[in-house]
Nanobody, 121 residues
Framework: QVQLVESGGGLVQAGDSLRLSCRASGRSISRDTVSWFRQAPGKEREFVTAHAWSGTTYYADSVKGRFTISRDNAKNTVSLQMNSLKPEDTAVYYC???????????????WGQGTQVTVSS
């Protein structure tokens, strides 16, 4: 079992930056593909980015060039650096582990509780 705890969310203005962190416990996630998802009010949860254990990264088109996922296997953590934030980035952000693509969709075995990110215009 893997437990994931996100931190770093908050209220920022458009154009600002924010860094989210996710700490895993229970076992090492160094061989997992880890990912971030987000869910805005009234919308379905959507894929944001993923980082495979091989180092390959994946990004949703809406965040390419603005968001960067990274991981520290020694600390068992995953981070999401978000730059040039927009009001449409407002959502609850979830960290996930054990991610894989099935039929073109991402599925994950473990999820954190989420952290709120609000971007004001």
């Amino acid at each position: 079992q893997v437990q994931l705890v996100e931190s770093g969310g908050g209220l920022v203005q458009a154009g600002d930056s924010l860094r989210l962190s996710c700490r895993a416990s229970g076992r090492s996630i160094s061989r997992d593909t880890v990912s971030w998802f987000r869910q805005a009010p009234g919308k379905e949860r959507e894929f944001v980015t993923a980082h495979a254990w091989s180092g390959t990264t994946y990004y949703a088109d809406s965040v390419k060039g603005r968001f960067t996922i990274s991981r520290d296997n020694a600390k068992n953590t995953v981070s999401l650096q978000m730059n040039s934030l927009k009001p449409e980035d407002t959502a609850v952000y979830y960290c996930a582990a054990g991610a894989r693509r099935v039929g073109g969709k991402w599925k994950c075995d473990y999820w954190g509780q989420g952290t709120q990110v609000t971007v004001s215009s």
